[in-house]
């Protein structure tokens, strides 16, 4: 019994012995199967096709004119014969083909979804790169002088009929007078429409109130992608052609540029402009009620200096990389900057803007514009005005009355200037307010006082904040 049991213990070592080995084999034919097959080597390839393709070929919308172009883009060497190994996946790739071969090989393994998903997340803009090239910036700060492209020498000249109207008198129209308020308006190539609808609302020129002149310009760079706006050149010189309003500078037409552009306009004004009373600048997706900013210019002399907007106090530089107005500490080391005007829209006294003209062209160029120009009123020792009339930042949803409709014509009666209109909003908003049925007898301004300076004791301190950010309210 002991021998039996012995040769039994025996054969059954043996057994298991046996049976490992088959498992053995097993695993070792199934792995060279899969080797054979070439399944690995297409993971590779998706790879790279991911990491060099755009989203939309990810998704299948140009998926045959891929898998057609590929073999070209990643020739096989002789050595790889499995690089052709999608064409298992192409079998069942239906009318579209990309898509489904992609989705079904995402599900085969666990290596190729990692391989895909780094992919996606690397095409996504990083939010912490600047938004333009600093080191760039620091070299070519320096270069400050561009030509005039387009001009409008005869801009700021008034003759005429129109002096006359404005109490020349007889023999008047012998003489040239300069207008009383010139409005310019930061614009881009691209922006026709809201040139257009400027032109035809706010930014009307001719004769207003009380006889007073007004003229228009807009001012202009060259588009740095030129391939978005064929022709953009013709455009210009058409548009220029017929409307006598435009002002183009052979820089850029960047974000950081727009410090050119106000250097170039003030400039611009101290050789061609010398004589106008008052100034008011600002962005095309802005509404503007010129008869407001008329009204309060009412007893303000333009051999003064005078600079009014909505001012921002005691703001601190943006060290947040991901936003728009990210500025490093080696480009500005001061931890407030000077009061400014936000950009959207200020007036000013044709004094002042010849000034201005002298001090920018000492003042370093800084990549913020509205910063910039705070820098020069600093050197000059001008201090701006606020009034609240300019809502440069949009009308924030107040918190008290959440349903309030900011949007009202009645509202819009009151104010000066309100930033980030889309074209339709800023027609719309002038035909309301011009409605000769237009009726407000429930008050909705948000403040009780007419237009009035607002005393310095009155500024209030701004938070730190991110105003290119901020949430507004405009729309109905």
């Not at 079998?91 to 071969?101: A, C, E, N, R, V």
């Not at 009620?289 to 921002?312: A, R, S, T, Y």
């Not at 107040?398 to 009151?414: G, I, K, M, N, V």
């Not at 500024?459 to 950010?469: C, I, K, L």
Request: proline content about 7%; some cysteine.
């Amino acid at each position: 019994m002991v021998t039996v049991r012995r040769l039994l213990h025996v054969k059954g070592d043996v057994l298991c012995t046996m049976l490992l080995l088959v498992l053995f084999c097993l695993l070792l034919y199934t792995r060279q199967v899969i080797l054979s097959s070439g399944w690995d080597r297409p993971e590779w390839k998706l790879e790279i096709h991911g990491s060099t393709s755009s989203s939309r070929n990810l998704l299948g919308a140009s998926g045959a004119k891929i898998s057609q172009e590929s073999p070209e883009q990643f020739p096989s060497s002789p050595s790889e014969p499995g690089l052709p190994a999608c064409k298992p996946q192409s079998k069942s790739k239906p009318p579209q083909p990309k898509s489904k071969p992609q989705v079904k090989s995402k599900g085969k393994s666990k290596s190729r979804r990692k391989n895909v998903a780094p992919t996606k997340a690397a095409r996504k803009p990083l939010p912490t790169l600047p938004p333009f090239d600093f080191a760039s910036y620091l070299r070519e700060k320096d270069n400050r002088d561009f030509n005039l492209l387009i001009d409008q020498p005869e801009k700021c000249v008034i003759r005429g009929a129109e002096q006359e109207e404005e109490g020349g008198g007889q023999g008047a129209s012998d003489k040239s007078t300069a207008p009383y308020m010139l409005i310019a308006v930061k614009s881009v190539a691209a922006d026709f429409e809201k040139r257009q609808v400027v032109r035809r609302t706010w930014g009307r020129e001719g004769l207003f109130q009380n006889g007073v002149s007004i003229r228009t310009v807009f001012l202009l760079g060259v588009p740095k992608n030129r391939t978005a706006l064929p022709l953009w050149d013709r455009l210009l010189t058409y548009e220029s052609q017929t409307f006598r309003d435009i002002l183009l500078w052979d820089f850029d037409d960047t974000f950081f540029n727009l410090t050119l552009k106000e250097t170039h306009f003030l400039k611009w004004i101290n050789s061609s402009c010398p004589q106008v009373k008052f100034i008011f600048k600002g962005d095309a997706d802005v509404y503007v009620n010129i008869e407001n900013i008329l009204e309060m210019l009412q007893g303000q002399k333009p051999e003064e200096d005078l600079f009014v907007g909505d001012i921002i106090v005691n703001a601190k530089p943006i060290r947040r990389r991901s936003s728009k107005y990210f500025v490093p500490e080696f480009v500005y080391g001061g931890g407030l900057y000077p009061s400014y005007a936000g950009g959207g829209g200020f007036v000013m006294s044709g004094h002042t803007a010849l000034k201005l003209s002298s001090s920018c062209q000492k003042v370093e160029l800084f990549p913020i514009d509205d910063v910039f120009l705070g820098m020069c009123l600093q050197l000059i020792g001008v201090i701006p005005s606020r009034h609240q009339g300019f809502r440069t930042f949009g009308i924030p949803r107040p918190s008290a009355a959440p349903h309030l409709q900011t949007f009202d014509p009645c509202f819009y009666r009151e104010l000066m200037v309100v930033h980030s209109l889309s074209v339709p909003q800023i027609w719309l908003m002038w035909n309301l307010l011009h409605d000769p049925n237009l009726s407000c007898h429930n008050r909705t301004s948000p403040t009780s006082w007419p237009f009035k300076w607002k005393g310095k004791g009155g500024e209030a301190e701004v938070q730190e904040t991110d105003y290119g950010e901020k949430q507004v309210f405009v729309t109905h």
